[in-house]
């Protein structure tokens, strides 16, 4: 069923495209004035085949291509435009397209390792810096073998990183590290919290994506700084829904969070807390596991068979925090609980919604906690500046863009690799853009199988 709505969506795409000549010219370097143009034909199929394989054509393609361009071009109520669609249709039809096939070679100067080609490079470096394809500057550079060295795909990796196409990767980055389909997939019960709206869902999403953005892309200062900072994003109907002062103009726009405010660092952005909680109450374990998971790198495994039931109070006036010290006490629920919930109260000033609150079943909130190795906290602030501290956020976060960026999952024979990024990471002062340069250079980015094996 894929496939075939696959083909029916590039079929239309196709259909438009080719549609008229001044279309077409927009796509294609040239367009044959007749069904025996084989030269003009040729061009303007390799040079879209190229974009669309991220490498050249080889013969054996460009002559399958240009074959039923102009077999289809020249028979019954065929025209140039048809046989062009038909050629370019097939094309985004074909595995080398709807996949990145990287394959390397061995390189005799690394010992017979495997080392991707300089297109299977230039493929990497766009997925990894622009989430897109390889334009012809990258393209060229790879034609030139310009990157198969450090010092080559460096070159290219800061011209793309002053792209705007880079902005893309990074929210790619940003909805896949915080799970903002969480906030999407968010419901709230509309009794409790009648102000929780589509549209308010999605400035806060905006407001998490412009704040990693800007500090990879246009602060380029200390990433970890983001836990504790005052700086947010917001325009006029986010500042009020915050109690903040509303921007001047229009838009978002970066603001300083005034010192007495509680909405402090990356964890009181509201599409965090809304996105960590449930219709009518905020979850401590949500948001718990999602630090654990996300900030820290700890692995909460799934409830064994005989966890308890979560308790129903039998006293009204009983807090969550209250509840939930309760239900760590089940020696089956202890063992998680123990790592998700002291993280999860220094949230607990905000509610489901990401409103501050200072009160919970009319007794005053406590959101002390403590992180795994000890160090206490009392608040959102206190735990942003102990998370910043804490020796395994940086090493995490450079693990998290590692995988994004090579887009699998770290084994065992990566941890040289990421322990080496982290050393450079903290030597950077914990700029993320660097780690992205340092990254891209690497053996982890540039060869097939680690330098161990």
Known sequence: MGVGLYETATGAATAYAFG??????????CIPQSATDTACMTQALQAFGRRAFRRPLTDAETTRYVKLGTDIASGDGGTVLIGLRYAVWAILQTPDFLYRVELGAPSAADGGRLKYTSYEVGSRLAGALWNGSPDDALLDAAAADSLSTPDGIRTQAQRMLSDPKAHRAVLAFTDDMYGLQNLDQATKDPAYFPNFTDALKADMRTELEQRIDDMFLTTKGDFLSL?????TFVN?????YYGLPAPSGDGFQKVQVPDDSPRVGLLGAGAILAAYALPQRNSTTKRGKFLANTVLCITIPPP???AGVFPASPDPNETLRQIMIAHRSSPSCSSCHGIMDPLGFGMENFDSAGMYRTMDKAQPIDASGTLSDGTAFNGLAQLGSALRKEAIAGPCFVSKVYENALGRQAIAADDGA???LAGQFATSQNHADQLLLDLVASDSFRFVTPKSQ
Do not use: C, F, I, R
């Open 418 to 420: 990421v322990n080496d």
């Open 20 to 29: 008229d000549a001044t279309k077409a010219a927009a796509l294609l370097p």
């Open 227 to 231: 836990y504790d900072s005052k700086s």
């Open 236 to 240: 006029k109907e986010l500042a009020t």
């Open 304 to 306: 064994p068979g005989n």
